[in-house]
């Protein structure tokens, strides 16, 4: 099993509106990934979390909140976006040193 | 972020045909790693590369690891329509945690 599941698959938000992004993986990956990737353009490296806690933070604004409550569940938590935050964000998740990451179906969020 | 430089960005092939693709790097990487992008869906692995020089196959599939850690191609062979998509390489240092540095893309399409 090489699954990462996140959901919602699409999601329209207000500029004023909180929501959350969720990833799950039940492969007892280590560390996880959030990537965003706008149109015709590779995933971009937001934050990386690796045994529940964050290790890379790619200065990302602050508007986008990561929280890693367990080892298996990955969340996003969004406040107050603009309309170029609208993209794909991607999870993907890896057990370990020199291991292949695998990514989740992504999130197509539309911010209005 | 860093990009990696990939080769072509684009092609038109005809059925049948053998496909090359490349991605070059001024950084070494422990692994590099090809995936393929349907639109609105998350990257798929194709084949991942752990060792300089290593020769891998997956299917109509061969990727190489370039002997100074800074290369990879992806061959395709007898192409077919289901091929069409973005492929992009990947490149990943050493660490549990580390980053996933992508490629700018090659965006395959096959014609009948």
């Known amino acids: 099993d090489t699954e990462v599941t996140q959901t919602p698959k699409h999601l329209v938000m207000g500029m004023t509106n909180k929501k959350s992004l969720k990833c799950e993986q039940h492969?007892?990956?280590?560390?996880m990934y959030w990537y965003k990737q706008k149109a015709k353009k590779p995933p971009e490296l937001m934050f990386v979390?690796?045994?529940?806690?964050?290790?890379i933070n790619e200065s990302v604004p602050s508007r986008f909140s990561p929280e890693c409550p367990n080892s298996s569940l990955l969340n996003l938590h969004l406040h107050a976006l603009q309309p170029e935050d609208s993209a794909l964000y991607l999870c993907?998740?890896?057990?370990?040193?020199?291991?292949?990451?695998?990514f989740g179906q992504g999130t197509r969020l539309t911010v209005v | 972020g860093q990009q990696l430089n990939q080769s072509p960005q684009s092609m038109f092939i005809q059925e049948g045909e053998d496909v090359s693709m490349n991605c070059t790097s001024s950084s070494i990487f422990n692994t590099w790693l090809w995936y393929k992008q349907d639109p609105g869906e998350g990257p798929v692995l194709l084949i991942a590369?752990?060792?300089?020089?290593e020769l891998t196959s997956n299917g109509r599939l061969t990727a190489q690891f370039g002997i100074t850690r800074k290369d990879s191609f992806l061959n395709i062979s007898a192409s077919i329509p289901s091929d069409v998509g973005i492929y992009f390489c990947?490149?990943?240092?050493?660490?549990?945690?580390?980053?996933?540095?992508f490629g700018t893309g090659t965006r395959l399409q096959v014609t009948l």
């Open positions: 979390y690796s045994y529940e806690k964050l290790s």
């Open positions: 993907a998740s890896k057990t370990g040193e020199n291991t292949e990451a695998f």
């Open positions: 990947a490149g990943q240092q050493a660490g549990t945690a580390s980053k996933l540095t």
């Open positions: 492969m007892g990956h280590r560390a």
């Open positions: 590369l752990y060792k300089a020089g």
